[in-house]
């Protein structure tokens, strides 16, 4: 096998990968002029590699049809043993010269490489050693490869190639593989759970011609046709409850948003969540009903309501704890009350050296800046904060028993957000007036501050119910329940530099 030997030594594998794939390309020539077709038409299979494993049967010469990649090839004089991985793993298989024939057996030696695709056909049998194997009597090469897999170099280890060329992290990374067939786990776990609760899963616009739903810088496009700008959505929120305006009354959706924010390991400009509103509830519902849907995907997809991260253990045990945002400052920030309070916070802001960002200069918009700052990284455990100032709210109702402060919650996790929710505002000259309130804010200089949405208000006079709504991070929840700590390795193909040429 060509990839086995080596070439200069010890390459580096870009130095390995580049001859390889002129020897590659080399071998293609020869088939075609051979009138072999290296990219031939499907064979029918009739079983995968793991099928093979849980079939086994000593007595039994059943014939068996598989297909996979070539992962490694042992070859020994007349025997070869080589390893195929398809979609529910890897299989051995045992090539014998007396078995396949010279000339087969000849054509495999020369002209198969690891990374290639192949059908084969053979019966079962264990090895001295134990291992369940293939014995192949005929083989077809469906794909050709024309670069060497990185596995010789012991996986894919550079973390900006893993991203690039996902395919080969996946193929090169079972770890890789396993971490996003348990996101989509998670994910369908999620969605039977708000399913079983009577809800109904929809889609809403990718395409807004006013960016609401969420604080948040929004991407700009252009519609050619309608000569007219439109924004990447930053939320569903304001579709959705039109939606519960209309009568769909418990309703969400798994899909994703765009905003046009910095990246980090824990932001990326695209990324998945999940909204679900529900009607004749309150915030208070909110709660309950997100650490239910959490519990639920913690213990169907880990096993355990324990959950490892990094050095820590998570607990997902009912009932998680709960603070308000002032409660937080002082509990986990460690400030003293008089320290905060409305008279004290500019010092406060001055002597830690925070500036106050644009358009944000009221009492309860510094608290919150304060929380950001202070607080929210140290939180752990799941822990949900409530008592936001109203002013940084804008969607929200305001609490029945202190009008300064929203009905609104977020849920906390090992120092991220994983869930904000609260009571829908359905008062209509209310929402009007927070609206008008944004765009002052907007003119200010708050480029994450709402527009004004006039035809969402004429939805409102309508009369929307009394609803909770709450949107839940898909991509930092599947990073918690896989101990992941960056956004990148559980987003299939994150967001990424152009490359420079």
Not at 235 to 241: D, F, H, S, T
Not at 276 to 282: C, I, N, P
Not at 297 to 316: H, I, M, P, S, W
Request: proline share 5%.
């Amino acid at each position: 096998m060509s990839d086995e030997k080596k070439i200069n030594g010890e390459p580096s594998f870009e130095e390995f990968s580049s001859s390889e794939n002129k020897v590659r390309v080399e071998k293609v020539k020869e088939l075609e002029k051979k009138d072999i077709n290296p990219w031939p038409q499907f064979k029918a299979v009739s079983v995968t590699c793991m099928q093979v494993l849980d079939e086994f049967d000593p007595d039994s010469e059943k014939e068996y049809e598989v297909a996979g990649r070539l992962i490694s090839v042992r070859e020994h004089g007349k025997t070869i043993f080589a390893h195929i991985q398809d979609r529910t793993g890897r299989l051995q298989i045992y090539i014998k010269k007396d078995i396949l024939g010279e000339a087969k057996f000849s054509f495999f030696s020369k002209y198969i490489d690891t990374g290639d695709i192949i059908w084969l056909t053979g019966s079962s049998f264990k090895t001295k050693k134990g291992e369940i194997t293939l014995r192949i009597n005929d083989f077809t090469l469906l794909s050709k490869c024309l670069y060497p897999l990185p596995e010789k170099f012991h996986g894919l280890t550079d973390v900006e190639s893993r991203y690039r060329q996902r395919y080969l992290d996946l193929i090169s990374n079972p770890d890789s593989l396993d971490k996003f067939k348990k996101r989509s786990q998670i994910v369908q776990s999620i969605r039977q759970f708000l399913l079983d609760k009577d809800f109904l899963e929809v889609e809403t616009p990718m395409l807004h011609p006013i960016p609401g739903g969420a604080t948040a810088r929004p991407f700009v496009t252009h519609h050619n046709a309608y000569d007219m700008d439109l924004y990447l959505r930053v939320a569903p929120e304001l579709y959705l409850k039109r939606l519960v305006v209309g009568g769909i009354e418990r309703v969400f959706e798994i899909n994703r948003n765009f905003r046009n924010e910095g990246v980090s390991t824990r932001h990326n400009p695209e990324f998945t969540m999940l909204e679900f509103y529900m009607a004749h509830g309150d915030y208070k519902d909110g709660i309950k009903l997100t650490a239910d849907l959490i519990q639920d995907a913690v213990q169907k997809n880990c096993g355990n309501l324990k959950v490892e991260f990094q050095d820590d253990v998570l607990d997902f045990t009912a009932p998680f704890k709960q603070l308000t945002v002032k409660e937080s400052l002082i509990e986990i920030g460690g400030f003293e009350e008089k320290q905060i309070e409305e008279n004290n916070i500019d010092k406060l802001f001055k002597d830690l050296e925070i500036e106050v960002p644009k358009g944000q200069d009221s009492y309860g918009a510094k608290l919150f800046v304060l929380f950001e700052e202070k607080v929210e990284s140290k939180i752990l455990q799941p822990t949900f904060v409530v008592g936001y100032p109203i002013e940084i709210s804008p969607l929200a109702k305001r609490d029945p028993n202190d009008k300064n402060i929203a009905a609104r919650f977020e849920l906390f996790v090992a120092g991220m957000e994983i869930a904000n929710g609260f009571t829908e505002l359905n008062d209509p000259f209310d929402q009007s007036e927070r609206f008008k309130s944004q765009s002052c804010a907007k003119e200010k200089g708050d480029d994450e501050a709402h527009h004004y949405d006039a035809d969402y208000i004429k939805a409102l006079e309508y009369g929307l119910p009394p609803t909770v709504g709450v949107g839940l991070g898909i991509d930092r929840l599947v990073m918690l329940l896989t101990n992941t700590t960056s956004i990148k390795d559980v987003i299939l193909f994150p967001t990424l530099k152009k490359v420079k040429e």
